[in-house]
């Protein structure tokens, strides 16, 4: 008998460069069609190749303070002149669907999905230890030196805050990939109410 399947969308968060990405397209690809990563509105143009609807729902500044206004984002935020938010209606489509929908967010976005009582699983990827943490983010090669730097600064903030109980409903320290990968997994197939 297939298990049932928590139907709460999945809130991923964790420090840039844990290995967040690592770790959730490994559940997507070990579990074709049962996971969907979370579509994003934002205000920024589309990028060469970006598809609206498939990488993020793109709409003009005014259409997003309106659903602002009617209180449609889950979580919404502000980088540089952009604005990016997670709306409501997008998660219920897409678990209606039947797909376990993945948030890849921040801490000020956990905070605020948080407050507004939506249903959601909370898991944080830790790393090992901050110097690790370093190593991975410029090993990736993906940064600049001021980036580095920002991201670890900032780091530092999300690993204070994750220490706050009542948060994260699994903490997961990606320490051995597939170590950490078996106990998302475990996790994330855990019946519904096993661990309440
Ligand atoms: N358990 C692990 N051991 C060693 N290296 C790892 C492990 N997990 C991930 N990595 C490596 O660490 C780097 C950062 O991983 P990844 O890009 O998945 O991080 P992220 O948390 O998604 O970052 P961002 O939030 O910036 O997108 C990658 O080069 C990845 O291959």
New binding site residues.
């Given amino acids: 008998m297939a298990p049932t399947r928590d139907p709460r969308p999945l809130v991923i968060s964790?420090?840039?460069?844990?290995?967040?990405?690592?770790?959730?397209?490994l559940l997507f690809q070990r579990h074709p069609d049962t996971f969907t990563l979370s579509v994003s509105h934002t205000t920024r143009r589309p990028r060469p190749g970006e598809q609206d609807g498939v990488h993020y729902h793109f709409v003009t500044k005014e259409q997003f303070l309106e659903l602002k206004a009617q209180n449609g984002f889950l979580e919404n935020a502000q980088f540089g002149d952009n604005f990016y938010g997670t709306s409501k209606a997008t998660i219920e489509e897409q678990t209606a669907k039947g797909r376990t929908v993945v948030l890849?967010i921040?801490v000020e976005g956990v905070k605020q999905i948080r407050a507004s009582g939506f249903p959601a699983r909370y898991v944080f990827?830790a790393p090992?230890s901050e110097e690790?943490l370093e190593?991975?983010?410029r090993?990736?090669?993906?940064?600049t030196e001021e980036s580095i730097l920002k991201?670890l600064k900032q780091a530092k903030v999300e690993l204070e805050y994750s220490k706050v109980p009542g948060i994260h409903d699994k903490i997961i320290v990606?320490?051995?990939?597939?170590?950490?990968y078996k106990e998302l997994e475990e996790f994330v197939f855990a019946e519904p109410n096993a661990s309440a």
């Fill in positions: 964790g420090p840039s460069g844990v290995g967040k990405g690592t770790l959730y397209n890849d921040e990827i090992p690790e190593r991975r983010l090993g990736r090669g993906t940064e991201r990606n320490d051995d990939l597939e170590r950490a």
